[in-house]
T-cell receptor, first 117, second 115 residues
Framework: AQKITQTQPGMFVQEKEAVTLDCTYDTSDQSYGLFWYKQPSSGEMIFLIYQGSYDEQNATEGRYSLNFQKARKSANLVISASQLGDSAMYFC??????????????FGGGTRLMVKP | DTGVSQNPRHKITKRGQNVTFRCDPI?????LYWYRQTLGQGPEFLTYFQNEAQLEKSRLLSDRFSAERPKGSFSTLEIQRTEQGDSAMYLCASSSAWESQETQYFGPGTRLLVL
């Protein structure tokens, strides 16, 4: 089974509107972390936002917020007031059990977001 | 504070040749990771170092791949006898074990094309 599923291969959003990028995950661990990264065409992965499994509040970072629904195992990224520079690939990633063998990130397949002027 | 750097940014090689990539992590980060990303996919974990110790290797890391981090600072990833299937973006990331959420920060990647 896929550990991270991003069901939207591509999405369009009008500039200045909000958009939600979906992410569902699968883990049996109680302690895990969820990350969102942005990858522009240049290739660099840019960290956007983090949510810990024990965090009670949804994470927010500027225009980015994470809609964390633990029971549903979903961690959707919400981008408010989209800008042209938001056009990029977006990846959801998970880090499971925090130990010497488990610091790796598992990534989803990504969503390509295109912002229309 | 400079970010993660990787060299070279692009590499074109012929099948059967050896290639080596370098990653310089954020200076105070003690953990370093290598990932591989093929076109249209998310990155896949290859290997992980804590200081100079290589603590985890993916089954994706065949015998032709070797990674080192000799002094716990920069790291190298070598691919011997390259194959066309090795064509991918190779990403390096670093993190600090002392940071509570231990975010991994990525470099710009090395894009490899094997002809």
């Amino acid at each position: 089974a896929q550990k991270i599923t991003q069901t939207q291969p591509g999405m369009f959003v009008q500039e200045k509107e909000a958009v939600t990028l979906d992410c569902t995950y699968d883990t049996s661990d109680q302690s895990y972390g969820l990350f969102w990264y942005k990858q522009p065409s240049s290739g660099e992965m840019i960290f956007l936002i983090y949510q810990g499994s024990y965090d009670e509040q949804n994470a927010t970072e500027g225009r980015y917020s994470l809609n964390f629904q633990k029971a549903r195992k979903s961690a959707n990224l919400v981008i408010s007031a989209s800008q042209l520079g938001d056009s990029a690939m977006y990846f959801c990633a998970m880090r499971e059990a925090y130990n010497n063998a488990g610091n790796m990130l598992t990534f989803g397949g990504g969503t390509r977001l295109m912002v229309k002027p | 504070d400079t970010g993660v750097s990787q060299n070279p940014r692009h590499k074109i090689t012929k099948r059967g040749q050896n290639v080596t990539f370098r990653c310089d992590p954020i200076s105070e980060h003690n953990r370093l990771y290598w990932y591989r990303q093929t076109l249209g996919q998310g990155p896949e974990f290859l290997t992980y170092f804590q200081n100079e110790a290589q603590l985890e290797k993916s089954r994706l890391l065949s015998d032709r791949f070797s990674a080192e981090r000799p002094k716990g600072s920069f790291s190298t990833l070598e691919i011997q006898r390259t194959e066309q299937g090795d064509s991918a973006m190779y990403l390096c990331a670093s993190s600090s074990a002392w940071e509570s959420q231990e975010t991994q920060y990525f470099g710009p990647g090395t894009r490899l094309l094997v002809l």
